[in-house]
């Protein structure tokens, strides 16, 4: 038992070691008064991630770091949908930290939260992935996504913790800390392939651009003959479709069960979800679906989400 403790130790003061420093206080003053919260370094040239919930209204604010270093920092791009903010500092040289994969995570692996809840800097706690594939709803206006493969944890997290890192053993930051659902529940939004784009998006545009196709569904199981020869378990039942938009010009109806976008299997709506990101914008989609019985193919064009009327 000594043992194991000793080597549960070892990872967590290493971790902490490692992130500490590239992990800061944040106060922020915007429209909706002042708050707190956290950010991780992440280029050498000064910029933060953080949640988009954190700096919402705001344009700058303050940054301090470990080593005792306070800066002013710029908000670069936020997506409230992704919950996600890139920010800039005005200084450069600060640790950074480095990206993981989340997609590589597994349920009861060790995790390490690093943040500063209730304005106690540099704070580290520990625990376990508690489950994956959690969704969280997030809004924009009159907007709604739900945010994909939200990471759950029992690491203590608590108020100041938004935006700051969840790593794994290896400090690699594999998510962005982001709610408190509950007593002993936190959730952190993944770093992956999808996110990944986003922080990108962030970085270059400060906005992210979504694509709009107008439809709305949920998964149902496909019968044992075409889960074999599609190589899924489920589809996408149609049980919205908006008049007028990139799906129903293309024909999709109510009861539609979509098989397939651009190639992709559609076993979620989150699937659907990371389709519609910026370069699906005016390009052409194939969709294939079943439809009373029958295979079908529509190919639609979805348009940028905000400029339809």
Same mark, same amino acid.
């Given at each position: &038992? ?25 106060? *922020? /003053? ?9 950010? +991780? !370094? ?12 954190? =700096? ?24 409230? #949908? ?28 060790? $995790? ?5 809840? &209730?304005?106690?800097?540099?704070? =580290?706690?520990?625990?376990? =992935? ?14 709604? /996504?739900?945010?994909?493969? $939200?990471?759950?944890?029992?690491? !203590? ?8 890192? #969840? ?35 962030? #970085?270059?545009?400060?906005? =992210? ?13 496909? !019968? ?11 589809? #996408?039942?149609?049980?919205?479709? $908006? ?11 109510? @009861?539609? +069960? ?19 990101? @910026? ?13 009373? @019985?029958?295979?079908?193919?529509? *190919?639609?064009?979805?348009? /940028? ?5």
């Amino acid at each position: &038992m000594t043992e194991a403790m000793d080597a549960y130790s070892r990872i967590v003061t290493t971790v902490a070691d490692r992130l500490l420093p590239s992990v800061a206080a944040l106060s *922020v /003053r915007g429209r909706r008064g002042t708050g707190a919260g956290s950010a +991780v !370094a992440f280029t050498e040239d000064g910029f933060l991630l953080t949640s988009a919930h954190v =700096v919402a209204g705001a344009e700058h604010g303050m940054a301090a770091f470990a080593d005792g270093r306070s800066t002013r920092f710029t908000v670069v791009g936020a997506d409230p #949908l992704s919950d996600l903010a890139v920010l800039r500092a005005d200084t450069a040289g600060v640790a950074t930290a480095e990206l993981g994969d989340a997609d590589e995570l597994r349920i009861g692996q060790l $995790v390490i939260a690093v943040g500063n809840p &209730m304005g106690l800097a540099g704070s =580290v706690t520990a625990g376990v =992935v508690s489950g994956l594939g959690r969704s969280l709803p997030a809004r924009d206006g009159r907007h709604v /996504r739900l945010i994909d493969d $939200v990471i759950q944890t029992d690491a !203590a997290l608590n108020p100041g913790n938004s935006g700051g890192a #969840l790593a794994d053993s290896n400090g690699r930051v594999v998510g962005v800390n982001t709610a408190v659902a509950g007593y002993g529940l936190g959730l952190a939004v993944p770093i992956n392939a999808t996110t990944r784009r986003i922080i990108a998006d962030l #970085l270059t545009e400060g906005e =992210v651009r979504r694509a709009y196709l107008g439809v709305a569904g949920m998964p149902v199981p496909l !019968a044992p003959p075409l889960a074999e020869r599609f190589g899924q378990s489920e589809g #996408l039942r149609v049980v919205e479709v $908006v008049p007028d938009s990139p799906a129903g010009v293309a024909g999709i109806y109510l @009861g539609d +069960v979509l098989l397939s976008a651009g190639g992709e299997k559609l076993t979620s709506m989150q699937v659907m979800q990371r389709l519609m990101l @910026g370069p699906a914008i005016g390009s052409r989609l194939q969709i294939t679906l079943l439809r009373k @019985g029958a295979l079908v193919d529509v *190919v639609t064009v979805p348009t /940028r989400l905000g400029t339809r009327s």
